[in-house]
Protein backbone atom coordinates (compact mmCIF):
# COMPACT_ATOMS: atom_id res chain seq x y z
CA UNK A 1 0.00 0.00 0.00
CA UNK A 2 0.84 3.59 -1.12
CA UNK A 3 0.17 6.68 -1.65
CA UNK A 4 0.07 8.22 -5.18
CA UNK A 5 0.15 11.73 -6.99
CA UNK A 6 -2.08 12.31 -9.70
CA UNK A 7 -2.48 15.26 -11.97
CA UNK A 8 -6.15 16.07 -13.67
CA UNK A 9 -6.67 19.65 -15.31
CA UNK A 10 -4.63 22.32 -13.25
CA UNK A 11 -5.05 19.79 -9.36
CA UNK A 12 -2.95 16.95 -8.12
CA UNK A 13 -4.75 14.52 -6.23
CA UNK A 14 -3.64 11.99 -4.01
CA UNK A 15 -4.55 8.13 -3.82
CA UNK A 16 -4.11 5.68 -1.18
CA UNK A 17 -3.06 3.04 -3.77
CA UNK A 18 -2.37 -0.85 -3.08
CA UNK A 19 -0.76 -3.19 -5.92
CA UNK A 20 -2.45 -6.28 -6.58
CA UNK A 21 -2.00 -9.64 -9.10
CA UNK A 22 -4.79 -10.38 -11.04
CA UNK A 23 -4.80 -13.03 -13.67
CA UNK A 24 -1.11 -12.81 -13.54
CA UNK A 25 -0.51 -9.20 -14.32
CA UNK A 26 0.67 -6.68 -11.37
CA UNK A 27 -1.91 -4.11 -11.50
CA UNK A 28 -2.48 -0.89 -9.20
CA UNK A 29 -5.85 -0.12 -7.44
CA UNK A 30 -7.10 2.79 -6.19
CA UNK A 31 -8.64 1.63 -2.39
CA UNK A 32 -9.28 5.81 -1.60
CA UNK A 33 -9.30 9.31 -3.06
CA UNK A 34 -7.72 11.35 -0.10
CA UNK A 35 -8.70 14.36 -2.34
CA UNK A 36 -7.04 17.52 -3.70
CA UNK A 37 -3.22 17.61 -3.06
CA UNK A 38 -3.16 21.01 -1.19
CA UNK A 39 -6.43 20.18 1.17
CA UNK A 40 -5.15 16.53 2.00
CA UNK A 41 -1.50 18.86 3.54
CA UNK A 42 -3.50 21.68 5.05
CA UNK A 43 -5.95 18.85 7.20
CA UNK A 44 -2.62 16.96 7.95
CA UNK A 45 -4.61 13.63 6.43
CA UNK A 46 -1.30 12.10 5.30
CA UNK A 47 0.53 12.72 8.68
CA UNK A 48 -2.45 11.34 10.35
CA UNK A 49 -2.55 8.32 8.81
CA UNK A 50 1.25 7.73 8.86
CA UNK A 51 1.23 8.10 12.70
CA UNK A 52 -1.63 5.39 12.93
CA UNK A 53 0.07 3.10 10.64
CA UNK A 54 3.69 3.53 12.17
CA UNK A 55 2.01 1.88 15.66
CA UNK A 56 2.05 -1.20 13.88
CA UNK A 57 4.93 -0.65 11.80
CA UNK A 58 7.94 0.24 13.78
CA UNK A 59 10.64 0.85 10.89
CA UNK A 60 8.25 3.15 9.52
CA UNK A 61 8.31 5.30 12.23
CA UNK A 62 11.59 5.90 12.57
CA UNK A 63 12.29 6.25 9.19
CA UNK A 64 9.88 9.21 8.96
CA UNK A 65 10.94 10.80 12.24
CA UNK A 66 14.40 10.62 10.39
CA UNK A 67 13.38 12.62 7.19
CA UNK A 68 11.51 14.84 9.37
CA UNK A 69 14.81 15.38 11.23
CA UNK A 70 13.11 14.70 14.99
CA UNK A 71 14.93 11.27 15.38
CA UNK A 72 15.40 11.51 19.64
CA UNK A 73 19.27 10.74 20.05
CA UNK A 74 20.02 7.25 20.77
CA UNK A 75 23.56 5.62 21.71
CA UNK A 76 24.81 1.97 21.21
CA UNK A 77 26.81 0.82 24.06
CA UNK A 78 29.09 -2.44 24.31
CA UNK A 79 27.87 -4.10 27.22
CA UNK A 80 30.17 -7.78 26.90
CA UNK A 81 33.24 -6.99 28.17
CA UNK A 82 31.84 -4.61 31.38
CA UNK A 83 29.52 -7.86 32.40
CA UNK A 84 32.06 -10.62 32.31
CA UNK A 85 34.58 -8.42 33.65
CA UNK A 86 32.54 -7.39 36.63
CA UNK A 87 31.35 -10.83 37.28
CA UNK A 88 35.44 -11.82 37.69
CA UNK A 89 35.49 -8.73 39.67
CA UNK A 90 32.93 -9.54 42.16
CA UNK A 91 33.63 -13.36 42.24
CA UNK A 92 37.82 -12.58 42.84
CA UNK A 93 36.55 -10.10 45.61
CA UNK A 94 38.47 -7.10 44.30
CA UNK A 95 35.49 -4.97 44.98
CA UNK A 96 35.04 -6.20 48.45
CA UNK A 97 38.84 -5.52 49.11
CA UNK A 98 38.77 -2.24 47.85
CA UNK A 99 35.70 -1.54 49.57
CA UNK A 100 37.13 -2.80 53.21
CA UNK A 101 40.87 -0.40 52.02
CA UNK A 102 38.87 2.96 51.62
CA UNK A 103 36.36 2.32 53.99
CA UNK A 104 37.53 5.30 56.49
CA UNK A 105 39.74 7.32 53.90
CA UNK A 106 36.74 9.40 53.27
CA UNK A 107 36.84 9.85 49.51
CA UNK A 108 34.16 12.29 47.51
CA UNK A 109 33.97 9.39 44.70
CA UNK A 110 33.51 5.98 44.36
CA UNK A 111 36.93 4.95 43.89
CA UNK A 112 35.96 1.03 44.03
CA UNK A 113 34.70 2.20 40.33
CA UNK A 114 37.06 4.32 39.57
CA UNK A 115 39.69 1.70 39.77
CA UNK A 116 37.35 -1.03 37.84
CA UNK A 117 36.76 1.43 35.09
CA UNK A 118 40.89 1.87 34.55
CA UNK A 119 41.71 -1.86 35.03
CA UNK A 120 39.21 -2.56 32.76
CA UNK A 121 40.43 -0.31 30.02
CA UNK A 122 43.61 -1.46 30.50
CA UNK A 123 42.32 -5.28 29.91
CA UNK A 124 40.19 -4.41 26.84
CA UNK A 125 43.03 -1.87 25.02
CA UNK A 126 45.73 -0.50 27.38
CA UNK A 127 46.13 2.63 27.14
CA UNK A 128 46.11 5.93 29.61
CA UNK A 129 43.72 7.53 32.51
CA UNK A 130 43.23 10.16 29.98
CA UNK A 131 42.02 7.10 27.21
CA UNK A 132 39.95 5.43 29.20
CA UNK A 133 37.67 8.97 30.10
CA UNK A 134 36.80 8.79 26.12
CA UNK A 135 36.72 4.95 26.21
CA UNK A 136 34.20 4.77 28.81
CA UNK A 137 31.52 6.08 26.39
CA UNK A 138 30.99 3.13 24.13
CA UNK A 139 30.37 0.91 26.96
CA UNK A 140 27.53 0.58 28.99
CA UNK A 141 29.48 0.30 33.02
CA UNK A 142 27.31 1.01 35.88
CA UNK A 143 28.62 3.23 38.39
CA UNK A 144 31.08 5.46 36.41
CA UNK A 145 29.19 8.06 34.36
CA UNK A 146 30.03 10.72 37.00
CA UNK A 147 33.76 9.82 37.03
CA UNK A 148 36.11 12.81 35.93
CA UNK A 149 39.59 12.31 34.78
CA UNK A 150 40.81 13.72 38.18
CA UNK A 151 39.13 10.78 39.44
CA UNK A 152 41.04 8.14 37.72
CA UNK A 153 44.08 10.36 38.45
CA UNK A 154 43.24 9.83 42.25
CA UNK A 155 42.31 6.34 42.17
CA UNK A 156 45.23 5.12 40.34
CA UNK A 157 47.75 7.10 41.82
CA UNK A 158 49.69 3.95 42.87
CA UNK A 159 52.32 4.43 45.28
CA UNK A 160 52.30 8.44 45.63
CA UNK A 161 50.57 10.32 48.50
CA UNK A 162 49.19 13.36 48.39
CA UNK A 163 47.39 15.57 51.54
CA UNK A 164 43.95 15.41 50.29
CA UNK A 165 44.42 11.80 48.93
CA UNK A 166 46.31 10.23 52.18
CA UNK A 167 48.38 7.17 51.18
CA UNK A 168 48.06 5.24 48.06
CA UNK A 169 45.86 2.33 47.20
CA UNK A 170 48.46 0.32 45.87
CA UNK A 171 51.70 -0.12 43.74
CA UNK A 172 50.84 -0.13 40.42
CA UNK A 173 50.96 -3.79 38.78
CA UNK A 174 49.95 -5.32 42.52
CA UNK A 175 46.90 -7.36 42.12
CA UNK A 176 43.74 -7.09 44.38
CA UNK A 177 44.48 -9.06 47.60
CA UNK A 178 47.95 -9.25 47.20
CA UNK A 179 50.56 -7.55 49.52
CA UNK A 180 51.27 -4.30 48.02
CA UNK A 181 55.27 -4.94 49.37
CA UNK A 182 57.54 -4.67 46.84
CA UNK A 183 58.99 -7.68 45.67
CA UNK A 184 62.61 -8.72 45.15
CA UNK A 185 63.74 -8.80 41.10
CA UNK A 186 63.58 -12.41 39.72
CA UNK A 187 66.96 -12.79 37.73
Same mark, same amino acid.
Given at each position: ???????????? &???????????????????????????????????????????????????????????????????????????????????????????????????????????????????????????????????????????? &???????????????????????????????????
Amino acid at each position: MFVREKRIGRYV &YVYLVETVREDGQIKQRIIRNLGRKEDVERRGDLDRLVRSAARLAQRSMILSLMDEGSVPALRCKRLGPPLLFERLWRDSGCGEVLHELLADRGFEFPVERAVFLTVLHRLMVSGSDRACEQWRDDYRIDGVDELQLHHL &YRAMAGAHRTRSMGPGLARRGVACGRSSRPHAHRT
